[in-house]
């Protein structure tokens, strides 16, 4: 179970949150995935660096995502990677942070799946009605 992170820090994600909202105006499923996210993170933070945020490295971000790893797909690691990188970016624009920590982090290969061939019933079906 995820703990609520204290107020300055969910003062920062609904900021965020409502950026999202109004600059892209995504659904709520996609807002609630990105906090969701960063709640996860926050939890691991406050489990093992006891960090601030806005005091986050590259390097500590680079260890959430090797601890995640084994738990998760590469998909799953990209979105989570994603949402970090907007929520700094976020905080960098808002002038909250002074660097990027998710600049030079690169996101993991996601095997591309092979397209579905069709069954030969299927293909003499759709030529029975052309």
């Given at each position: ?5 204290d107020?300055k820090k969910?003062?920062?994600i609904?900021?965020f949150?409502d950026?999202l909202w109004?600059?892209d ?5 996609t807002?609630n995935?990105?906090?969701?996210d960063?709640?996860n993170?926050i939890d691991?933070?406050n489990?093992n660096?006891?960090l601030?945020l ?12 090797s601890f995640?790893f084994?738990f998760s797909?590469?998909r799953?690691?990209?979105r989570l ?12 624009r ?5 660097s ?13 799946s092979?397209?579905k061939s069709l069954?030969?019933d299927?293909?003499e079906?759709?030529?029975r009605?052309?």
């Amino acid at each position: 179970m995820l703990d609520k992170p204290d107020k300055k820090k969910n003062v920062l994600i609904d900021e965020f949150i409502d950026h999202l909202w109004l600059e892209d105006g995504l659904s709520k499923n996609t807002l609630n995935s990105y906090r969701f996210d960063l709640y996860n993170f926050i939890d691991w933070l406050n489990k093992n660096k006891t960090l601030d945020l806005e005091s986050v490295t590259r390097s500590d971000i680079q260890q959430y995502l090797s601890f995640k790893f084994p738990f998760s797909k590469a998909r799953s690691i990209s979105r989570l990677l994603s949402t970090l990188r907007r929520f700094y970016r976020f905080l960098y624009r808002e002038k909250k942070i002074t660097s990027d920590p998710t600049l030079q982090i690169q996101k993991p290969k996601i095997p591309k799946s092979l397209p579905k061939s069709l069954s030969e019933d299927e293909v003499e079906s759709l030529l029975r009605c052309s």
